[in-house]
């Protein structure tokens, strides 16, 4: 794999598979549910191409998102995002099945999807094509015909007591026993967990493009939220991806 590695001394050492684990493992002990949001733009700050992230992914980035969702109990997104990019159940090979296990964690992490209006259709492939059921966080006011729709179908819904919040996803997940919790988006539910301030870890690759158009950037809302954040890391590739792992800063 042709990732190296930046190290502060300006040296740069190759990073194998292995390496991306231990990189990018979540802390030993966890005593709460710990987010981690992974995202790819282009140097412009496009979030998608013709609507679609993976206008944008490289090889480097397709071997980044495979670990994140190797090490995660759970993968959180918004439906949008679900439907935009036709997800399915999350696909794990053997080699991963075994290190998950010897964590002990399940085999397969769950989709987690949040909708506060229950718009996930039960056809969908994240519902129809997956080894594990997914989990959909709905609001309180959601239409308990598409609630019983979706449970019908076979997946497990999770009712908030009010709205959706960043701090009802993580009270859900909490109890669900899901705490490392890797988030892909869309922007719109990547803002309300920044709001809540309950973002913890933000994985950004910088694809080697400028796309110019009308896309997104990776978060959206009304006002802005700034949330210092450090470099934990940074990967390069020999494409020119850039990848850098930024974690929150608490002393700030």
């Given amino acids: 794999m042709p990732f190296v590695q930046r190290i502060d001394n300006g040296t740069y050492l190759t990073v194998t598979d292995d390496d991306l684990v231990q990189l990018y493992a979540y802390p030993a002990e966890l005593d709460r549910v710990r987010i981690r949001v992974n995202f790819v733009s282009s140097i412009d700050g496009a979030v998608s191409v013709d609507g679609r992230s993976g206008g944008l992914g490289t090889d480097a980035d397709h071997a980044v998102f495979t670990t994140l969702r190797d090490l995660a109990d759970a993968v959180l997104v918004g439906a949008s995002t679900v439907s935009a990019e036709d997800y399915g159940g999350v696909k794990v090979s053997d080699r991963a099945r075994t290190a998950r296990r010897d964590r002990g964690q399940a085999e397969v992490p769950p989709v987690v999807i949040v909708s506060g209006s229950a718009s996930v259709e039960p056809g969908w492939s994240v ?29 497990r819904v999770e009712q908030l ?20 919790v890797l988030c892909e988006g869309g922007p719109g539910l990547f803002s309300t967990l920044l ?26 809302s009304d006002s802005a939220t700034p949330r210092a954040m450090r470099p934990a890391h940074v990967l390069l590739d020999d494409d020119g991806t850039v990848l850098v792992r930024w974690v929150r800063d608490r002393t700030r």
């Fill in 161 to 180: 007591d009010g709205d959706v919040t960043g701090d009802g996803v993580v009270a859900v997940l909490d109890r669900l026993g899901l705490r490392r």
């Fill in 127 to 155: 519902i129809t094509d997956t080894e594990v059921p997914p989990v959909v966080v709905v609001s309180a006011a959601a239409d308990a015909d598409r609630v019983r729709a979706l449970r019908d179908a076979g997946a």
């Fill in 195 to 220: 709001a809540d301030d309950v973002v913890d870890e933000v994985c950004l690759t910088t694809s080697p493009v400028v796309t110019a158009g009308d896309a997104g950037r990776i978060a959206t």
